[in-house]
């Protein structure tokens, strides 16, 4: 008897929750939207080239913490807005469990939060946050020195490392030698495929080789029957090819090695510079002197990295990359047959996890916001049509007709070739614009089932404006069936930005999934392997999109109550 009393006291809610805990997939898909939800917003502390944390020369830094809001590492505004969040909403989650006995002060807190969180965004997208490597008085203080050697010597200073050191902040300094640990630990990751990639180029070199020495016997009318076989091809290949040629074939070409070639190179060209004037005798010439500087500028900078280096006794990293999907991660495009597919790279040499990570981002903003307009449109319109109802319902109801004719994704195809943008806000709102009508006729047949109801003929009896009653009490009975609605158009908007940017049509220099899946295509069939990692992060959070919708419309079903 208690147990029933029990029940009957639940509110509609709670028996809406109920039903959806016992729901088994519509849960797991829930708890698979939040792990992405979470991934999403903490996508800084998963993939950047910016550690946690550092421990360098006796003093502790903090390099994520400082780059967090810096547009010119995060030059991307979502990013911005999510990197907020990364604060925020613990203070949410936090207010809505210490208050939860205290509505009116856990609503007045969570408002203020909401509140910070726009205008901290506002305040931080414009670029007040300085770049923290860089220093207005040192640069001001190197300026005056170059205009003073100008003026004393009439030339600018020669290059010295020591006093170039000078200039620099620690900050400045750090990132030197953060970026030389990040690509030579890169390097000795790659030696894993070493052999791997030698044995695969060698291969396709002497199959190559053999080839080609095959079409030249043919093309000097030698018989088949009288030409070698491929093992003699191939040993008379080898033996007549010199080793220097081999070992550049079978070379692994990796980021750190690129710098190091670069570095060599530049050596050799400044020793041939100082080595022609010093055969000349013209060793007072100033270019001969700025060469032999140079070269020692770039002795001295790779001897102090990788002295300094050693002083980086602790280094907290983000949890699954090293880099930031923006960062040029050296991708040779070669050795993405060989490596793993956390190591892979992007067509334009951008790390494809870290990009994967951070596209998260893009679907949670499209799918939610462009809901959100269209919630926004279609609602206030579906309540009036539905309340008023006559003319005012008939022209309603002939803009929706003709609204609903046009496709929201030709829609977009049509509004990006007109105005030549491919920005995701543009994006975003086309979707919101067009995507309203679903909601609007939905909210309308609710209204015109519950405006003759006896509440409503209460409040107007009692003397209610129309706009109250519509709001304030129809419009709350009229939301649950709604809800059931708002997974299935999340789901459309992602599929429909996604789908726009794997025509090539989405914004340009985006992680978005669509944009990744564009490349994977672009490269396919040799590059497929870039296809799937988007394709089937994709697919399942639409997937768990719409287990969670089914689960819902289940929960909120009436028939369920009893």
Known sequence: MNMKNTINHKSYWDNVRDRFKKHFLGMIAFLVIILFCLVGIYAPFLASSKPIAVYYDGTWYFPLFRYLFYTGFFTKKIDIFFNLLIFTIPLVIATLYIFKNNKKLKKMITSVICLSQVILFIIFATGVVKDPAADPELNKQRQIAVQKSIQENGHSLLPNWDQHLLYKNDYAKLNMLLKYIQRKEQHERLQHYEELFKESSMQKWISQSIANKRASYIRQ???????????????????????????????????????????????????????????????????????????????????????????????????LRSFHWQDDAGGEQSLNKYISWWELTRINRKDMLAALIFGIRISLVVGITAVALSLFIGVPIGSFAGYYGGKFDIIVSRLLEIWESMPTFFMLLLVVAITQSKSIFLIVTVIGIFGWTSFSRYVRGEFFKQRNLSYVE?????????SYIIFTHILPNAVPPLLTLLPFAIMAAITSEAGLSFLGLGEEGSCSWGVLMDEGRT????????????????????????????ALRDALDPKLLR
Request: charged share 25%; hydrophobic share 35%; glycine share 4%.
């Open 221 to 319: 009318g030698i018989p088949k029957n009288e030409i070698p076989d491929d093992a003699t091809l191939k040993e008379n290949i080898l033996e007549s090819v010199p080793a220097e040629i081999i070992t550049t074939v079978s070379s692994m070409p990796t980021l750190h090695n690129i710098n190091r070639t670069h570095r060599n190179k530049r050596l050799i060209q400044l020793d041939k510079t100082i080595e022609r004037y010093e055969i000349e005798g013209n060793t007072n010439n100033h270019n001969y002197r700025n060469a032999r500087a140079r070269k020692k500028y770039i002795t001295d900078r790779y001897n102090w990295i990788v002295s300094e280096s050693n002083k980086i006794s602790i280094r907290i990293m983000p949890l």
């Open 458 to 466: 209460a409040c107007k009896a009692s003397g209610f404006h129309d």
């Open 523 to 550: 490269a396919f069939p040799g590059e497929s392997y870039l296809l799937w990692p988007p394709a089937i992060l994709l697919t399942t959070l639409l997937i768990a999109i719409a287990l969670v919708g089914d």
